[in-house]
């Protein structure tokens, strides 16, 4: 392991606990110092892609960014997980929220305007001074004490405009605003409206903006209660047509589907299904703290990678130009023929074309640059980046991972998902093998006259059936033979390879469980032990 990763400033070794999370931050944040930075200067990565990263981007808690049309839900869902307002909150059917509102946690509640917010060094907002005052006069950061603000910050964003709204303009560039959030969140959350499933141009460009980062993306089908089931097939079908032509991806994105308030159902057909989608979008937003040093890793592996190429474009470019005449002519013969240059680069390096920006912004942009003023290749710059992801990422990679397994799990708490997390409002309460948990008297005992009958008809021997005549019967439920071979383990509880009536009955229960769509437990809960072997395996525990 490193030495400069685990030493402090006084040169002792640091503690596990949070100094460890200290560790594993100041080895990312002396990577980025010590051999992407210096690449990033040499060739004004700063000036074409995004600003140098500070303290504060390394030390944040995971971010999440919230976009989506108007009156989807964005800032009810923020309400919704909080429990609780937050300053700058406003709710309503029309476009209410016109700033971005970073909700972040404080002691005190409060607001902290754009313009003071961006020279806090404490905050991971001060290069977002670059958009101006038209933008920083509609940003704010929103502070409460709130649990779950402990462990997360939430960014809520303008919705987005559709129809004539869009020739509004907003005085700063939309896009690369959520571009330059998206570089720095942990989960991008899109939110679509059932009866609001259009992709207006603007929307479709501020996805466009979060190219590169479709591993964060997250998709939300909100108010999906205000349609019926069949409703709700064809509304979801509708999404995914839309959003393929916007997303150029070969995977599907998760789509997370239900009704996102502390409000009644009004339809609830889909109960389930909905309890079942928060439970594993709560999970996905939980987890979040625990992947935070993985994430700033590979957020840094993928901003090395394109100072890499930004590079070598630049330094070719430099070295095209002609010494003394035809400047400005070779300027714009070399624009044109950047498409060329790329593959050029990509056959001389080696290189992917995905790690190459986008052609058309990259040609906008050195327009307004003397290339004879750009630096020549510095190798030594290079192999620095290639020295830090060929050997020192593997190492902190290593790192990280003693840290997740010597660390106890961090995981979002407070608000919504206290709700769920314990009790019988808990997701699968009640329900398939755990169902009968709370009552005295057997569950399988209900069911158990019905399946007796079928056990007198499997020719039992002194209260008991073979293995074959079990077999028989079991096998009508049409279950794999790995399925009902695991069921006959949990239900012959004597071990003997036969099964008495009770035995049979639970054998039936827990196909029923499995026929109903639920997982069969691994060992077998004391609920559904039956009653006449409930001595002899407490006897053998």
């Known amino acids: ?17 949070a100094d460890a999370v200290q560790t594993v931050t100041g080895g990312l944040r002396s990577l980025y110092l010590r051999k992407v930075l210096p690449l990033e200067e040499a060739y004004r990565f700063h000036e074409f892609h995004s600003p140098a990263l500070e303290d504060a981007d390394f030390e944040n808690k995971p971010m999440i960014l919230l976009v989506g049309q108007y009156s989807t839900g964005k800032t009810t869902f923020i309400r919704y997980l909080l429990e609780q307002d ?36 404490k905050k991971p907002f001060r290069k977002l001074s670059r958009f101006g005052n038209a933008f920083l006069n509609r940003f704010m950061c929103s502070q409460l004490p709130n649990q779950v603000l402990k462990s997360i910050s939430i960014i809520d964003s303008p919705g987005i405009l559709s129809g004539e709204k869009q020739r509004i303009s907003r005085g700063y560039d939309f896009c690369q605003v959520l571009q330059w959030f998206a570089e720095r969140v942990d989960r991008i959350i899109l939110l679509f409206d059932a009866h609001k499933l259009d992709i207006s141009d603007e929307f479709s460009e501020a996805i466009k903006a979060f190219r590169g980062q479709d591993d964060k993306i997250r998709v939300v089908l909100n108010k999906a209660d205000q349609v019926d089931t069949q409703q709700l097939m064809r509304v979801y079908g509708a999404l995914m047509w839309s959003l393929g032509k916007v997303i150029n991806t070969p995977e599907v994105l998760r789509v997370y589907i239900g009704s996102f308030w502390a409000q009644p159902l009004q339809n609830t057909d889909n109960r389930r299904l909905f309890e079942a989608e928060a439970q594993d979008l709560f999970r996905d937003i939980q987890s979040l703290p625990q992947k935070a040093a993985v994430r700033k890793l590979n957020d840094l592996i993928k901003r090395a990678r394109l100072a890499k190429v930004h590079a070598y474009i630049i330094s070719h470019l430099k070295k095209e130009m002609p010494s003394v005449f035809g400047k400005e002519n070779k300027k714009r013969e070399l624009i044109s023929r950047l498409p060329e240059i790329y593959i050029q680069l990509q056959r001389e390096y080696q290189i992917s074309a995905g790690d190459f920006p986008e052609v058309k912004a990259m040609q906008e942009q050195l327009e307004n640059y003397d290339f004879t003023k750009f630096h020549s290749l510095k190798p030594k710059l290079i192999e620095a980046v290639d020295n830090m992801l060929s050997s020192k990422i593997s190492s902190l990679m290593s790192l990280i991972s003693q840290e997740e397994t010597s660390m106890p799990t961090q995981l979002v708490q407070g608000g919504a998902f206290d709700g769920t997390a314990e009790g019988p409002f808990n997701q699968g309460y009640g329900e398939g093998a755990k169902e009968g948990a709370d009552e005295e008297e057997w569950v399988v005992a209900k069911d158990k006259p019905v399946y007796d009958e079928l056990f007198y008809t499997l020719s039992p021997v002194n209260g008991k059936i073979s293995g074959v005549n079990a077999k028989k019967e079991m096998v009508t439920s049409k279950l794999p033979n790995s399925v009902l071979g695991k069921i006959w383990k949990l239900a012959d509880c004597d071990c003997d390879g036969m099964l008495d009536e009770e035995e049979f009955a639970l054998a039936k229960h827990l196909i029923k469980i499995k026929l109903d769509g639920y997982e069969l437990p691994n060992s077998l809960p004391p609920h559904l032990v039956p009653p006449s072997h409930r001595k002899s395996l407490s006897k053998a525990d």
């Open 86 to 121: 937050f300053p700058g909150m406003r709710i309503g059917p029309e476009p209410t929220t016109d700033s971005f509102i970073a909700v972040m946690y404080g002691d005190t509640e409060g607001s902290t305007p754009g313009n003071a917010l961006v020279v806090d060094p």
């Open 1 to 17: 392991m490193f030495s400069w990763l685990g030493r402090q400033a006084g040169g002792r070794e640091r503690p596990g606990g």
